[in-house]
């Protein structure tokens, strides 16, 4: 069975670190570009940024540039995000999602159930 | 990048049909067919629903189609059924410094 799960998610306060985890089964990892998206409370989806299949190729939203760095382990079947600098707006379920290329800017056809960071003093 | 813009809610009786838009740019939407839609329903993760501006996924059903005309994509659901009562974001490759966005998401409601 193909499947992503989210790890990492917890409290921090404003200006923290956290490290979101995804692991991977049920598909050859590194055939595949991986994606994080994120859903504010009660609000819509916004892509956070992707890593291509071998992680040569990043891309981040302008909203976390500089402050968020994604990275893969292709030998764990790993995807991750180390978020620096963390905001109240960074607050949301963040869902790890495979795009069915070995890119990361396109369509998304397996996800995981989320882990929630929460940003709070 | 701005998201792309779709109408807040849309409404329909069980049978009838209902359209969605999803309004951009040519820098995306308008640009290249890689036009997405996702299906969620509350307290789940995204469910794929259309790629590549009009394909479905194997698995979903035919009642679910899509299209574009311009800067504009849609995606049209007929036979309105009640499991069809979800939040509906489409999606897109962009040219822009963000490389990928959603549209600001739709309220499907079965009346």
């Known amino acids: 069975e193909v499947q992503l799960v989210e790890s990492g998610g917890g409290v921090v306060r404003p200006g923290g670190s956290l490290r979101l985890s995804c692991a991977a089964s049920g598909f050859t990892f590194d055939d595949y570009g991986m994606s994080w998206v994120r859903q504010a409370p009660g609000k819509g989806l916004e892509w956070v940024s992707g890593?291509?299949?071998?992680?040569?190729?990043?891309g981040y939203a302008d909203s976390v540039k500089g402050r968020f760095t994604i990275s893969r382990d292709n030998a764990k079947n790993s995807l991750y995000l180390q978020m620096n600098s963390l905001r109240a707006e960074d607050t949301a379920l963040y869902y790890c999602a495979r795009p069915d290329s070995g890119s990361y800017y396109y369509y998304m056809d397996v996800w995981g159930k989320g882990t929630t960071v929460t940003v709070s003093s | 990048q701005s998201a792309l813009t779709q109408p807040a809610s849309v409404s329909g009786s069980p049978g009838q049909s209902i359209t969605i838009s999803c309004t951009g740019t040519?820098?995306?939407?308008?640009?290249?067919?890689?036009v997405s839609w996702y299906q969620q329903h509350p307290g789940k993760a995204p469910k794929l629903m259309i790629y590549d501006v009009s394909n479905r996924p194997s698995g979903v059903s035919n009642r679910f189609s899509g299209s574009k005309s311009g800067n504009t994509a849609s995606l049209t659901i007929s036979g309105l059924q009640a499991e069809d009562e979800a939040d509906y974001y489409c999606?897109?490759?962009?040219?822009?410094?963000?490389?990928?966005?959603f549209g600001t998401g739709t309220k499907v409601t079965v009346l």
């Open positions: 999606s897109s490759y962009t040219s822009s410094s963000t490389p990928y966005v």
């Open positions: 040519s820098s995306d939407v308008g640009g290249y067919n890689y």
């Open positions: 890593i291509n299949w071998n992680g040569g190729s990043t």
